[in-house]
C-alpha cells in the first residue's frame, strides 16, 4: 500500500512537472503518451534514491551519468573527485565564460553595464518551444521589477543577471552575440583551460540538431553531427545563428518548424542524446575556476567580484543565510541533465568551497524525479556544509 502511494505521488509530480514544461494542452497530453515507453527508463531509481543518501547510491552505481568535484580552499585533504576527468555536458554552465567575458570587459571599460538593450532584438534569439517560459518568466519579473522603460529596452546587466537565475537562452545569446567570439576565446585562453569546450549560442546550436529542418531521421541526423570534426560542427552553429538573427525567411523557416513540431519533433530519450553534442567540461577544470572566485584570482579581483554578484542570486532569493555566509551558483536543469558549479562558505565551519557536480545522459524517470524537486541543487548546497552527506559520497564512490 506504501509503495502505491509513492507511485501515486510521483505520477502526480511527473504530470505536473510535464506540464510545467510543456504547456496544458492537447498538444502537451499527445506528447505524454507518444513518450510513455521512454517514461520507462530509471523507474527503479525512483523508489530508491527518494533522499540525497539515496542519491549518493545513484551516483556510486552510475560513474557514466554523474561526476563531482566538491574542494575545499583551505583543506584540500577532504576533497572529494569523482568522476573528475570525464567530459560532461555542460549545457547553461557555459554561461559562466559570457559573465567572465563581460566582466573584464566592463573592467576594461569596453562594455558598459547601464547600456539600455532592446528587448524586442533579444526576442530574436528565442525559438518556440525551447525553455521559453524562461524567456518569458525573465522578462515578467525584469518588468515588475521595473528595468524595462517604456521603448521596451532593459539595462544589459540586469538581462544578465536574470539570464543566470532563470537561464534565459535568448539572453545569453544577445550576450555572445554583443561580446563576440574573438573576445570569449580569450577568455578561455586566458583561463588556460584545456578540457573545455568554447561556448556557442544555444539558437544555433538547437537548429543544427533539428533533425526535420536538415530533411533527416534522428538517427541519420545525429550519426552525421556525430562524425563532424569539432571545428566543423562548431562553424555550422555560429553560421547557422547568424544566418538566424539576419535572414528573415530563414527565421520565419525555423520558427514555423519548431512551432509545428513543438521544438525539436523528437522523443524524449533522443533530445537527451542530442545534449551530447553540447560544449563540454570535467568537473576538475570547472571546481578550479570555482576556487579561483572563491579567492578572487578569477582574471583579477575586480572580475571576481563582478562575477560573483551575477553567481550570487540563490544566497539572496533562496534564503539561504541560515547555512551560508555567502554562496553562488549556476545550474542548468534540461531533460536528461542536471548540473551546477559553486562556491560558499558555511555558517558553521566558514570553510569556503569551489564545486561542480554533472548529472547527465539520466534516466528519463529518474530525471523527472529529481527535477521535480530540484534534487540537485539540494545536494550541491548541502555538500558544502553537510558533513554527513559528504560522508555518504565518499564511501559511495570509493566502494
Do not use: C
Not at 113 to 121: A, E, F, G, K, R
Not at 135 to 156: C, F, R, T, W
Not at 312 to 339: M, T, V
Amino acid at each position: 500500500m506504501r509503495i502505491l502511494k509513492f507511485i501515486g505521488a510521483f505520477v502526480g509530480t511527473f504530470v505536473l512537472i510535464f506540464f510545467l514544461a510543456f504547456g496544458f494542452n492537447l498538444d502537451a497530453l499527445t506528447t505524454l503518451f507518444k513518450n510513455s515507453g521512454d517514461l520507462q527508463e530509471g523507474q527503479e531509481w525512483v523508489t530508491q534514491a527518494t533522499s540525497l543518501r539515496g542519491l549518493t547510491d545513484y551516483i556510486g552505481e552510475n560513474p557514466q551519468h554523474s561526476a563531482v568535484v566538491s574542494q575545499s580552499a583551505l583543506n584540500p585533504d577532504t576533497t572529494i573527485a569523482y568522476s573528475e576527468d570525464a567530459p560532461h555536458t555542460m549545457g547553461t554552465l557555459s554561461n559562466f565564460f559570457l559573465i567572465t567575458t563581460y566582466a573584464r570587459l566592463v573592467e576594461e571599460r569596453k562594455i558598459d553595464p547601464d547600456s539600455l538593450i532592446s528587448i524586442d532584438h533579444i526576442d530574436r534569439y528565442q525559438l518556440p518551444y525551447i525553455d521559453a517560459s524562461n524567456h518569458e518568466n525573465a522578462k515578467a519579473v525584469l518588468s515588475d521589477e521595473g528595468y524595462i522603460n517604456e521603448q521596451n529596452e532593459a539595462p544589459l546587466e540586469a538581462l544578465i543577471k536574470k539570464a543566470i537565475i532563470y537561464n534565459d537562452l535568448a539572453i545569453s545569446d544577445y550576450l555572445y552575440q554583443k561580446l563576440g567570439t574573438e573576445e570569449i576565446n580569450r577568455t578561455i585562453s586566458m583561463l588556460e583551460l584545456q578540457q573545455t569546450d568554447t561556448p556557442v549560442p544555444f539558437s544555433g546550436l538547437y537548429i543544427t540538431l533539428h533533425p526535420g529542418l536538415h530533411g533527416n531521421s534522428f538517427e541519420t541526423h545525429f550519426k552525421k553531427l556525430k562524425n563532424l570534426p569539432d571545428s566543423t560542427f562548431r562553424d555550422s552553429v555560429l553560421n547557422t545563428t547568424r544566418k538566424y538573427i539576419d535572414n528573415t525567411a530563414f527565421h520565419e523557416k525555423v520558427n514555423s518548424r519548431f512551432s509545428e513540431q513543438q521544438g525539436l519533433g523528437v522523443g524524449f530519450t533522443e533530445r537527451r542524446d542530442l545534449l551530447h553534442l553540447f560544449p563540454k567540461s570535467t568537473a576538475t577544470e570547472l571546481s578550479h575556476l570555482m576556487i579561483e572566485l572563491e579567492q578572487d584570482s578569477l582574471l583579477s579581483p575586480a572580475v571576481s567580484k563582478r562575477v560573483k554578484e551575477i553567481m550570487s542570486w540563490p544566497y539572496n532569493e533562496q534564503s539561504l543565510n541560515s547555512d551560508f555566509k555567502y554562496y553562488g551558483a549556476i545550474y542548468d536543469n534540461r531533460l536528461g541533465l542536471l548540473n551546477g558549479i559553486d562556491y560558499g562558505a558555511s555558517v558553521y565551519s566558514g570553510e569556503p568551497f569551489g564545486q561542480a557536480v554533472f548529472f547527465d545522459s539520466l534516466q528519463v524517470a529518474f530525471w523527472f524525479h529529481m527535477s521535480s524537486n530540484l534534487m540537485h541543487q539540494d545536494y550541491q548546497q548541502r555538500l558544502m556544509w553537510d558533513p554527513a552527506l559528504r560522508t555518504a559520497t565518499l564511501q559511495e564512490i570509493n566502494n
